[in-house]
């Protein structure tokens, strides 16, 4: 494990936790969970715009669902 030299210079210690383990770090386990869920929620409804509702101009002004029925 790398650590940046500040923490070094410092002497400021690094907490040392099981990546990805719920029971030494659950508040950020439970954030991030959380955090990922919003994140896909933004990410599919974004595709979702991309594809069904926004013009593309490489594609004559259609939508990708669009071309795709007409090619």
Same mark, same amino acid.
């Given at each position: 494990m790398a650590v940046s030299l500040p923490?070094?210079?410092? $002497?400021?210690?690094?907490?040392?936790?099981?990546?990805w383990c719920p029971y030494q770090n659950a508040y950020i386990e439970r954030f991030n969970r959380s955090y990922r869920n919003e994140v896909r929620q933004l990410t599919d409804e974004w595709i979702e715009v991309y594809n069904h509702e926004r013009p593309h101009?490489? $594609?004559?002004?259609m939508t990708p669902a669009e071309y795709k029925q007409v090619a």
């Open positions: 923490l070094v210079s410092s $002497l400021i210690g690094q907490p040392l936790t099981i990546s101009d490489s $594609l004559n002004d």
